[in-house]
């Protein structure tokens, strides 16, 4: 039984297209991740988000947006897609603790690679 | 979080320790040191994690130094199957805006050798 997973694995669509990845746990994690892993394998958040806060890493576009329904699940909206978006993109949760210290390890999907042409 | 400095890469021979090093000489007292590795084209890995004491699970050994700032993580027979990217993160310890986040380096390219 998967615990992080994402779809769709990969995803190849055109510059101005809005597109969507889904993300959802099933863990009990109360905190959910989005990073991209770029041509150069370098993986950056963008963002953290519980059920108390939305965390934004300030270099990323507003095009980019996460939807979260429900604390299971956390997608990645993105609008007007550009080439420079093409990535792997990976979800993540884990659980934080009281004192906002991750104590237990974060788990990560498999990843969806999206190519923009 | 603490800056953490990795070598780019490493070789080992496979059956052997691999014994990867990490510097986090700026690391503050309540921040714990994780390892994740990243396996071509999967998602990153948990493998251990610690504070003060060595830890080991049935993946790694994690040495930490009394003074905190370099730990070590050993992969006792390395197998094939272990070549892959491996990073060391010291994340905020704080309760904050960043708080858990975990910041991935350029990580240390583990090549298990036959």
């Known amino acids: 039984d998967t615990a992080v997973s994402q779809t769709p694995k990969y995803l190849v669509t055109q510059m101005g297209n809005d597109k969507s990845i889904k993300c959802e746990q099933n863990?009990?994690?109360?905190?959910m991740y989005w990073y991209k892993q770029d041509s150069k394998k370098f993986l950056k958040i963008m963002f953290s988000y519980n059920n108390k806060e939305l965390i934004i890493n300030e270099t990323v576009p507003n095009r980019f947006s996460p939807k979260s329904p429900d604390k299971a699940h956390l997608n990645l909206h993105i609008n007007s897609l550009e080439l420079g978006d093409s990535a792997v993109y990976f979800c993540?949760?884990?659980?934080?603790?009281?004192?906002?210290?991750?104590?237990?390890?974060?788990?990560f999907g498999q990843g969806t690679r999206l190519t923009v042409v | 979080d603490a800056k953490t400095t990795q070598p780019p890469s490493m070789d080992c021979a496979e059956g052997r320790a691999a014994n990867l090093p990490c510097n986090h000489s700026t690391i503050s007292g309540n921040e714990y040191v994780y390892w994740y590795r990243q396996i071509h084209s999967q998602g990153p890995q948990y493998i251990i994690h610690g504070l003060k004491n060595n830890e080991t699970n049935e993946m790694a050994s994690l040495i930490i130094t009394e003074d905190r700032k370099s730990s070590t993580l050993i992969l006792p027979h390395a197998t094939l199957r272990d070549t892959a990217v491996y990073y060391c993160i010291a994340p905020p310890g704080n309760y904050g805006g960043s708080q858990g986040n975990l910041i991935f380096g350029k990580g240390t390219k583990l090549s298990v050798k036959p």
């Open positions: 993540a949760s884990s659980h934080l603790s009281s004192r906002g210290q991750v104590n237990t390890e974060a788990f």
């Open positions: 863990l009990g994690h109360d905190t």
